[in-house]
Structures are given as C-alpha cells and as structure tokens.
C-alpha cells in the first residue's frame, strides 16, 4: 500500500486558507469595513449611538477555511448589538443600520436572509465578499440568549423575525473538541479536504453544494482521530487518507430514508449543535441530496481504490481527480528510491 | 552496653523462666575459665538432652545485646566430638554472619541462644549433623594441628587423584603445590619463570567420593597413618583406587605430601595437606596399624575456579573470549567488569592515547598519561588480577579487520564501544554476515546524563544496530532510541574541531558499562536469547538547562521502556531482515 500521507499535507497546505491573524489583504479589508461601519453609524444620527461588539464567526475563526477556486473568499463577521430584540421589534431595523452604513462603500451592498453582504470585485470579477450576521447580544435580553436578525426588506413579515442563534459558542465547541492538539489538526485537516472535495465537485450555485458548516459540524460528529503511536519511540503517524476513508464512511452510513417532498428518499442530517439547532442541510432538495450522496460513494470508492494501490502516483491519481489540480502528483523523482540524509549529527558518545 | 545491675536484672528475668535447672551465677572466680572469651556476666545450669542432663553455661561480654552471647557444655567432652563444638566447649549455635538481633529484647536473644545451643547437642549426639564436619573442616583442621604451617594450592580441584607437584626452596618448608609452574605463573600474570630456583617433588592430589563424612582430627587425637590408611581404603571411588594403586612406590621418601580433597554438601571441597617423612606411598594402601603421626598442613586454595567463584564470577566464563572496541569511559569500565565477572581472556582495541582531560572520566585516572589506552589497560589488570590474558593492539577496528590481525569469528562476545555509530554500523552488518557470529553490545552514552543504551545482537537473528536507524519512509536518519531529540549537535567545541567532546560524567560511563556487561552475562548464561535493546534514562536537568530538547521516547516511562525493548526491531531491516540473512 503506498503511503500518500506527505502528499496529503502538501495538499492541505495548498488548500489551506490562513486565518485572519496571518492573512494580511483579508484582515486589512475586515478592518476597514469595521472602520465604515463604526463612523456609517455615527452619522445615522441615531439616539444613542448602538453599542455593539465584533465577533469573529465562520470558518477563519475556527481555522477550517479553504481557499476558494472561483477567487471569491468569504469574510463572516458578527456585530452584535447592545440591544434588546424586545425593543426592536422588527429585526430589519438594526440590520439596516448596518446596511446604511456600508452602503456606497462598494459598488454591492444587499440585504441577505441572514446577513448583510458587502461585495467586492477586482477588475469586474468577483474577489470577496464580506457577509455581517447581525445579532442582539445576550446580556441585554431578559432571557439571556444571543438572537439573530433574519429577513429582507420586502419579506413577509412571518419571514422577519428574531432567531434564536448561538453560533458565537460554536467556535468555542470546535477549538475545545480534541485535547490534543496533533488530533485537533487533523480533524482541521479532514474538513478543509472535504470541503475543497465540495467546492471541486459543486461549482454550480445555489443549494445544490452541501454548505461548508455542514461539513464542518458532520466531522465534529462522525470524524475520529486516525495514529499510530510507535511504542519504541514514542512517535506518532497520523494517516489522514484511513482518517478521511473512514469519516466519508460514517457519513454515508447517516444518510436515512426519511418522507420529505411528498416521498421516501435518502437524506442527510445534520443537526446544529447549538441553538437554534436546525438541521444544516434542510435547504438541499431531495435531488441535490441523491447527487450528494452518490459524488460521496465515489469520493469514498476512489479511497478505497488509492489506499489498494502500490504506486503512490497512482493512488495520487485517483485522489486527484477528486480533489481537484490541488492535489499533487509525485513524478517518478519523487517516487524513485528515496534517498536519506547523508550526513547527520548523533548525540553518542563513549 | 548494659551496667552489671540491668545485666544482673535480663538475667534474673531469664532464669526465672527455668530454662537452666538450678541456675548458678559465676563468680569471678569462676568466670576467669573463660578469659579468653571476654566473659562478663554468666549463669550456668542443667538441661537435658535426650534424657541425660548436662551443665551449661550462658554467658555475655560486653557488648551484649549487640552481639550474642556464648554458650559452653560443661564439660566439654560429655557427648565426644560433634559437630560445632569447640575444645573449650563452646557452641558455635548460629553464624553470626547475616544475623540481626533485637536489641530491645535481650531475654529474648538468651532464651534463643539456649534454645539453639540444646537442638545442636540433640543433632550432635544423635549424628544428625555429622556432615557439618565436611562443611567447616578447614577450622576443625587448624584447630588440631599444633604447629601450624600453610602452603598455597595452585592444583586444580576436581575428582581425579593424580600426581601433583609441590615446590620449595633448599632447606624451606614447602611453599606452594601445583599442576605445573606454568598455573603458578599465570597465577601471577608472568611469562617469565621466577621460580627456576626452585626444588620440584612429586606429590599426589587425593579426592574423596562425595559423600564421605570424616570425624575431624583433634590435638589430643591427631590422624596416625593407619588413620589415613582407613579413610582412603572407604572413601576412594573405584576408578581413583586404581589410580592410587598407579602411583604407588616402594621407594622410602624424606618427605611425602599428599593433598586430600575433602568434598562439602555444598559441592566443592576442602583441601587438607598431610606430610608424611620416610614413608614409601605403597603404604598408603597397607593395613599395617602404624602409628607415626603425618604433619598436617593448612592449604590455601589459589586455583582460579576458586577465585573467581568466591569473588562472586562465573567459573563457566573462564572460557569465553571477549573482543573490546574502544576503549574510552565506557570501554574502559567493560573491560574492568568483565574481568571481575570472571571473563578474564580479552583482546582490547583502540587507537587512542590516555589524555589528561581524560583522568576524571577514565578508570585508569592520570598515572598513565599519554601512554595507549589499551598498553595502560593490560598493565593494570596484569598488576591487579592473576590468571588473566589480555592481548592488545593499538589500532583502529576497521585497520585491524583490514590487516587481518582478528577475525570477528574467533570471538564469543564482541563489545563496541567507539561511540562511533558510522563504524559500528558497518561492524554490525560485517557481524551478521558471518557464518559463525559472535554475540555483540552496542553501547553508548548520550550527552548531559539523560541516559545511556546497550543493543545486544545475535546472530542470524532479527534486531541490529541498523534496525534503530532504518525508517520505512527512507525519509530520515536518526537513532530512534535517542533521548536526545534528533538534528542537534553536541559537540562543544571550546578545544577547537579536534578537540570536541561531548559532556557526561564517570558515573554516567561506569552505570552504561555495567548494563552491558550485565546484558552479556545474561546472553552467555542463556538467559537472554532475544535482542534487546535496554536504556537507562537519567534526569534531563542540566540537558534542557543548556537548551536541548529530549526526544519523545526520552518521555515514556522506564517501565514502558523495558516493555519495548524489543520493539525497536524492524523485519525489513536491510541487515537482519529474513530476506537478507545471508543462508545458514
């Protein structure tokens, strides 16, 4: 069985996307829309001026982002608000004191279901995009919960409402899952190669993709840390490949025959660990969830299929083609008999 | 130490446990029968023994409750000689060796003492402990012989009556006996003769089958000829009869020494010399009722098996030849340990100079500066321990391979200790190439006393030194069994390049020695027939204080360490592997 495990991590580094402490262009554009979005409040002449606190959400926070291949990243920020929903009674007032604020700032600024987007292009195309949750922080309502404000401008007033939403302490429930920290990488690292997986096999739009927070809660549910630990010396090989093999298993054994749609049919579910709780892949038809589930069977046959081959560039081969150019293939240089440092120093002495 | 008062008190408390009929405190007077035993305080009384009563007396010097007291039988010959009886009545009831005595319970130390001293009586006078005799002969021995005189034994001491050689100066008593002069020198590490000089007569080595029990000789009973005559004609073997019967002469000699071998239940035997003067050795065969009475002699056992036994080493490794590479810190302890576990034929090698930096690290200190460290070596073995044999060569393993000086074949146990892990690496798939292969220790110390290893390696078995280097990835080159964390380097390089050196300490060399001796012993003894590798680990203190970081096995436990010391062995190792030993 070839060993595919330093290509694996080649691949990730490829895929990896750095969190905002290391990425400077990202954390400089957070920054200035954060800086827009402070003065954009203060000239809205509201009485008093709404406190509120930036929160850092979605996959940069939980150091599980991967770069995107349509070039268009994605920023999620929280802004919470010093406000009870009780006195807001309609969750679009706050959200449009942000949209009033950042509007102008770029040639797109839209009022989504859940957030406010900024868009940004760079010549014409689209480059990032910066999506702004907007909540009602928890110490000011009487109930103690953090409330999300969802809804357009032209919704029906059943579809403006305040949610129940507590995404804030699912960063803290990804960041405490594994004590240790090699295990905790490589539960980083099986979700960035799913989520490239997605990105490279959904690249139409819509709901047909599984969402990445989708990905991500399935593997702090289903993934299990994959090692050997050499008892001579101690050290320990993770095996990302069996790892990944086995965690794409464990979902394909949770997709259920469920009645939905009027008939009985296989899907996926994905419950929030936190509130509101909701299933995450509920959007998905149940057509976008067969394809799902058969572009998983063949991401986990052609696993299967690498982990039996003998030569590493073409068990790479077979991964390739599911994860995209990404992923590296050895040429016969590398795959010829490695050769070992030739001189090293040694700690003998008699 | 106790005043008379709380003495006379243990004791008053003791007689009123009438263990003593009609106890009777010795008066001065009377205790000065016993000067010589430093007698302070005693009481005497009757007991019985198998029905017939006799007087004994327990008495104390004055280091009582410290030490045991002494118990006589009044008199002394009231059951004739048994076992652990003295002239003077005294009763050796316990070896004081071992023993640890309850000084806060001191009745109780003399109740215990009468105790024992009735059950010896009771074995003596029932002959139970007669083999006693044969297991401390020597002392009965030299406690009979009026004048005593010594000779020192060289012989070997086995079951074979043959003729011996005794040796003298003109005019002297006889000094030593041997098999040959060449014993005698080896004894003493000569290979010239220093005893040329010397006059040579034959004398004869008389064993006695196992199992004979003797009644020793006493001063006033003393072994006459016929006496002799008896013991050999009843407790000679068949084969040793005959012998006998081969050696015998008519011819009258001035002086005739035979050395009998006296066998203990223990296995091993006594020797006891006797000279006989203007007897012919015919007559040791005769049944002639004479009553000239043999000078006895006291022997003392110089014969290596004896030696070497009662210094705690294995007689069995006498036969071993170990080859010693490097012989620095490490090394240099190997060879002083493997000497003193009876491993005694060696051939050291290393092409090094004893240096002064050396002297506090090194087992031979400063006095040999700037001599070859193996010259230095061989002259302190050869002044310290008889019967050794130790040949050297100042020259580097991989030139003495080349030049064909050794063959790694004619070898039974091979230690390298180079700290050189590129030549050893290279010796370890020379060794396994071998059709007959020694066994061999790797060993090494790592810097800063974090620890210490010793591989051990059969051959054409699985578990080398190159298993530890060998990944399967073919990505890396390092020791797996480092505590040291790989890719640092240790030499310090305050002498400049030539000079470097890493630091550990006498202790650290002295402790990695002694695991691998112990390891070869274990392997030559059969009680290891695995390849293990075992390390010590020692604190990482001062190793971390200077910035090093340990390895993750530097981490596991020294239990989990043991556990695993076959687990560094890997199959596809391109030395041990099976598909690369080379075919049987």
């Known amino acids: 069985m070839a060993d595919v495990q330093s290509q694996m991590i080649k691949f990730h580094e490829a895929i990896k996307l750095k969190r905002f402490d290391e990425n400077e262009t990202l954390r400089d554009k957070r920054e200035i829309i954060l800086k827009r979005l402070n003065s954009g409040l203060k000239k809205l002449d509201l009485d008093p001026t709404p406190k509120y606190e930036v929160i850092d959400q979605g996959s940069y926070a939980m150091d599980t982002g991967v770069k995107p291949l349509n070039g268009d990243y994605d920023i999620d920020v929280g802004i919470s608000f010093k406000i009870s929903k009780d006195d807001y009674p309609d969750p679009l007032e706050p959200k449009k004191w942000v949209y009033d604020s950042l509007v102008g700032h770029t040639k797109k600024v839209e009022i989504q279901r859940p957030c406010v987007t900024v868009y940004y292009q760079i010549s014409g195309e689209p480059a990032y995009h910066v999506d702004l949750a907007v909540y009602s922080d928890k110490d000011n309502n009487s109930d103690g919960k953090i409330y999300l404000a969802k809804g357009k401008e032209h919704s029906h007033k059943e579809n403006k409402i305040w949610e129940e939403s507590n995404y804030p302490s699912l960063i803290n429930l990804m960041k405490n899952h594994f004590q240790d920290s090699e295990d905790a990488k490589q539960f980083r690292r099986i979700i960035r190669y799913l989520k490239r997986w997605k990105d490279f096999k959904f690249q139409s739009k819509g709901n047909a993709a599984p969402i990445g927070i989708g990905i991500t809660i399935a593997a702090y549910k289903w993934f299990a840390p994959n090692k050997v630990t050499n008892p001579f010396d101690n050290t320990t090989k993770y095996n990302d490949l069996e790892a990944l093999q086995h965690f794409v298993g464990a979902v394909l054994s949770n997709f259920q025959m469920v009645y939905s749609e009027g008939v009985w049919t296989k899907r996926l579910e994905v419950l929030l660990p936190v509130a509101p709780g909701n299933d995450i892949f509920t959007k998905m038809t149940n057509s976008q969830m067969t394809v799902f589930q058969e572009r998983l069977q063949s991401l986990f046959d052609s696993i299967q299929k690498a982990q039996k081959e003998v030569d590493p560039k073409e068990a790479c081969t077979l991964l390739n083609q599911q994860f995209g150019c990404d992923f590296p293939i050895p040429d016969e240089k590398d795959t010829a008999q490695k050769r070992s440092p030739a001189i090293v120093s040694s700690s003998a002495s008699a | ?584």
């Not at chain 2, 003109?170 to 590490?189: C, E, K, R, T």
């Not at chain 2, 009843?234 to 001035?254: T, V």
């Not at chain 2, 798939?429 to 066994?439: A, C, F, V």
């Not at chain 2, 360490?561 to 190792?573: E, G, R, V, W």
């Open chain 2, 1 to 584: 130490m106790l005043d008379h008062s709380r003495k006379f008190q243990i004791f008053s408390d003791f007689t009123k446990l009438d263990h003593l009929k009609n106890p009777h405190y010795l008066s001065s007077d009377e205790l000065k029968k016993f000067a010589s035993r430093k007698i302070d305080f005693a009481v005497q009384g009757q007991v019985l023994i198998d029905e017939k009563e006799v007087t004994l007396c327990i008495g104390t010097n004055h280091t009582f409750p410290l030490s045991l007291p002494i118990v006589f039988l009044q008199p002394a010959d009231a059951f004739g000689m048994i076992p652990h009886l003295e002239g003077d009545g005294c009763l050796c009831y316990l070896d004081p060796e071992g023993l640890l005595l309850n000084s806060e319970e001191p009745v109780g130390i003399l109740i215990e003492a009468l105790k024992r001293s009735i059950i010896l009586l009771q074995n003596g006078t029932r002959g139970e402990n007669y083999q006693d005799f044969m297991d401390e002969f020597s002392f009965y021995w030299q406690k009979a012989i009026l004048e005593p005189k010594c000779l020192l034994s060289f012989i070997t001491v086995d079951n074979n009556l043959r003729q011996i050689f005794a040796y003298k100066k003109p005019g002297q008593d006889i000094l030593f006996a041997a098999d040959s002069i060449d014993i005698v020198n080896a004894y003493f590490n000569s290979e010239l003769n220093p005893f040329s000089s010397y006059i040579r007569y034959t004398a004869l080595y008389i064993p006695l089958e196992l199992g004979t029990i003797l009644t020793p000789p006493q001063r006033n009973r003393p072994w006459s000829l016929s006496d002799i005559q008896e013991i050999l004609r009843k407790n000679l073997s068949l084969k040793n009869q005959k012998l006998l019967k081969k050696y015998q002469s008519n011819k009258k000699k001035k002086e005739q020494l035979l050395i009998l071998g006296l066998p203990r239940s223990n296995g091993g035997r006594t020797l006891v010399g006797l000279v006989f003067s203007d007897t012919a050795s015919n007559e040791l065969l005769l049944i002639n009722k004479s009553k000239s009475i043999p000078s006895g002699i006291i022997v003392i056992r110089y014969d290596s098996d004896y030696l070497v036994a009662r210094g705690g080493g294995d007689v069995q490794l006498q036969k071993v030849h170990a080859l010693v590479v490097g012989c620095g810190s490490v090394g240099g302890n190997i060879v002083m340990d493997l000497i003193q576990s009876g491993i005694t034929h060696l051939t050291l090698i290393d092409p090094d100079t004893l240096s002064h930096e050396n002297t506090f690290r090194h087992v031979l200190g400063h006095k040999n500066e700037s001599k070859a460290k193996v010259i230095a070596l061989k002259e302190e073995i050869e002044s310290k321990y008889p019967y050794v044999s130790i040949n050297i060569y100042v020259k580097h393993i991989e030139n003495a391979i080349k030049e064909k000086v050794i063959q790694l074949s004619e070898f039974d146990c091979i230690f390298l200790a180079t700290g050189n892990h590129t030549i050893e690496l290279y010796l370890n798939r020379m060794i396994h190439q071998l059709k007959k292969t020694p066994i061999t220790i790797f060993t090494w110390l790592e810097p800063y006393s974090i620890g210490g290893h010793t591989l051990l390696t059969h051959p054409q078995q699985s578990g080398c030194l190159q298993c530890l280097f060998t990944s399967d990835d073919h990505n890396s080159y390092y020791n797996k069994s480092s505590f040291a964390a790989s890719g640092q380097s240790f030499a310090k390089n305050d002498l400049g390049c030539n000079g470097s050196y890493v630091f550990y300490g006498a202790l650290d060399a002295r402790k990695t020695a002694e695991q691998s001796v112990r390891l070869a012993l274990d392997s030559l003894r059969g009680y290891e027939t695995g390849n293990p590798i075992l390390s010590w680990k020692g604190d990482d203190n001062l190793f971390t204080k200077e910035g090093f970081k340990t390895s993750l096995r530097y981490q596991l436990s020294i239990d989990t360490l043991q556990q695993n010391k076959y687990a560094y062995i890997n199959p596809n190792c391109p030395v041990c592997g099976e598909q690369h030993r080379c075919p049987q």
